[in-house]
């Protein structure tokens, strides 16, 4: 990453912001016909995931650690599937649990494609997928960056960027 680009707090850029907003509004249009408003971004210092069910991939670049979760409430991520496979889902299962995980993939890389572009240099990551009830606990004193989207239907998730 060139020092260039690299801010005092690394959630306050908005390259950063923006590389994954544009990720969700380009994944989501283009694997599930789906368009999403943005709400307002936020820095949490006591961070709590807000989904049912999550996507979490590990981000390195350089000395930058950090993770992007993206956490779905059940309607939101039924609603995703719905579009994007014409299924029907009512419960969060082993294939919901799968295009959770193609999803974080997907939109994580499309993010880092941009930051890279941009003198960034992350690494590719394998997601996780979280399910049920969950609490993420941070391992350090760093912030979460959360940026709210809203579906159509009103139902909402969560890109949750923390970074230490």
Request: contains cysteine; aromatic residues 6%; proline residues 4%.
């Amino acid at each position: 990453m060139s020092a260039a680009l690299t801010p005092i707090n690394p959630l306050l850029d908005k390259n950063l912001i923006n590389a994954f907003i544009d990720g969700v509004v380009k994944t989501l249009s283009l694997m599930a016909n789906t368009n999403v408003k943005t709400m307002k971004p936020s820095v949490e210092k006591n961070f709590q995931a807000k989904g049912d069910i999550a996507g979490m991939v590990g981000m390195v670049a350089g000395p930058m650690k950090g993770t992007m979760t993206i956490s779905y409430q059940k309607e939101a991520i039924f609603s995703i599937l719905d579009k994007m496979l014409g299924e029907k889902h009512t419960e969060i299962d082993g294939p919901v649990a799968d295009a959770v995980g193609e999803l974080a993939n997907q939109i994580y890389g499309s993010a880092k494609t941009t930051l890279n572009q941009m003198g960034f240099a992350f690494e590719m990551a394998i997601p996780t997928v979280i399910r049920g009830t969950f609490t993420i606990s941070k391992a350090h004193n760093g912030a979460t960056l959360v940026i709210p989207f809203e579906l159509e239907n009103g139902a909402k998730f969560f890109v949750e960027i923390t970074v230490c």
